[in-house]
């Protein structure tokens, strides 16, 4: 029996995130063919997402950068430090490929640059605009240098991008609503439940949905809105939820909504919706929206990058500008009124995404990338 090529996956969650869940989902797919194991740092809550889901966890202390003075200064040293523990790691386990699962990442950069020869993959799972040019150039100068491929989560990316190396690879959808059965067991649940899925962070459009859900209630007193998600145990994340429920109390919305923690259970949430919401400043993919659309759910989201390549406008759901609440009350209520018009769009998106973002796909083009990069 031929032995399977050990891979490293560099990740730096500090909680359950969409690109560890896609880089989880497809690695364990890809476990006939490769050895997956997980680097996460020391602190956190990862580690038995990823271990109850087959995957050996070894531990590094990152250090990432922040506004703080403090992160500048111990983030060179740090990065020497946890190369040499890299290298001890690829050294100890026979790693013959390595896999940086986000693009600020430096790690297997730094590898490279101090005389490491195993090859390594990088993907991009965030719009490049977010962060200071500054950064990015140099993420993106490292990355050329010493990555043996670039792969970015859309086009949306891509374009935000200066470098050449750059291969589009989409998200494929998840086994667990891979189903090839018709979206007539997935109807609208009846429930008047708007589902609002993402961890409490700055800038994922929450206030926008209790701004917009605020000029609907008094209309709709039999809706609510369900927001699902953690706070990933960082403090800015915990002030962020509390101002948001703070705005709910001033509005005068808070007996119609739902403050859900974060769930195992997502394909769940989602078909207890009828209508899902994503209303980010900037999506480099959107699995919100991938997932939503995959279980026969009408979707509204903003027109922040990797929707728009989802998202068919009004026929598998609505684009909206980011940070228009107007447009995202007209949207949330031509939808909340019109229940056959969910229905229609829910249809629609089923089908869609499944012919578009086929999971088998997804996998062909991983696995072409890691054993050519095992070639070189």
Not at 126 to 138: D, Q
Not at 185 to 190: G, L, T
Not at 360 to 369: A, G, Q
């Amino acid at each position: 029996m031929q032995t399977r090529k050990r891979i490293l996956v560099i990740e730096n969650a500090v909680d359950v995130t969409g690109g560890l869940k896609s880089i989880l989902n497809s690695s364990g797919v890809l476990s006939n063919n490769f050895e997956f194991i997980i680097a996460l740092p020391k602190n956190t809550r990862c580690t038995s997402y990823t271990e109850d889901r087959g995957f050996q966890v070894v531990g590094l202390p990152y250090k990432e950068l922040n506004k703080t003075i403090l992160s500048w200064i111990v983030y060179l040293p740090s990065l020497v430090l946890n190369t040499i523990r890299l290298n001890w790691i690829v050294k100890k386990m026979n790693i013959e490929l390595i896999i940086a699962n986000d693009f600020y990442n430096l790690l297997p950069c730094s590898y490279r640059f101090f005389g490491g020869n195993v090859p390594y993959v990088c993907f991009v799972r965030f719009m490049p605009n977010r962060f200071p040019k500054v950064l990015v150039r140099i993420w993106e100068a490292c990355h050329q240098k010493f990555s043996d491929k670039v792969i970015a989560v859309s086009n949306a990316v891509k374009n935000k991008m200066a470098i050449g190396n750059v291969e589009v690879i989409y998200e494929g959808l998840q086994d667990i609503f891979d189903t090839h059965s018709a979206p007539a067991d997935r109807q609208i649940s009846k429930g008047n439940t708007l589902l609002y899925l993402s961890n409490y962070i700055n800038g994922k459009g929450h206030e926008f949905a209790l701004q917009s859900f605020a000029k609907l209630a008094t209309k709709y007193p039999s809706w609510k809105l369900r927001f699902v998600g953690g706070d990933m145990g960082i403090k800015k994340n915990k002030k962020y939820k509390e101002f948001l429920t703070r705005l709910a109390i001033e509005m005068k919305i808070q007996d119609q909504i739902e403050w859900i923690g974060f769930s195992n259970d997502v394909q769940e949430e989602y078909l207890m919706a009828d209508i899902v919401l994503n209303f980010s400043n900037s999506e480099s993919f959107s699995l919100t929206c991938l997932e939503a659309m995959a279980v026969g759910r009408a979707i509204i989201s903003t027109n922040s990058g990797g929707p728009a390549e989802i998202i068919v406008q009004n026929e598998s759901g609505i684009l909206v500008p980011v940070a228009d609440v107007s447009a995202m009350i007209l949207a949330m209520d031509s939808l909340m009124r019109n229940e056959e018009l969910r229905i229609t769009f829910g249809k629609n998106a089923f089908y869609h995404v499944r012919q578009k973002f086929n999971f088998s796909n997804t996998i062909d083009k991983l696995k072409v990338v890691y054993f050519k990069s095992l070639a070189n």
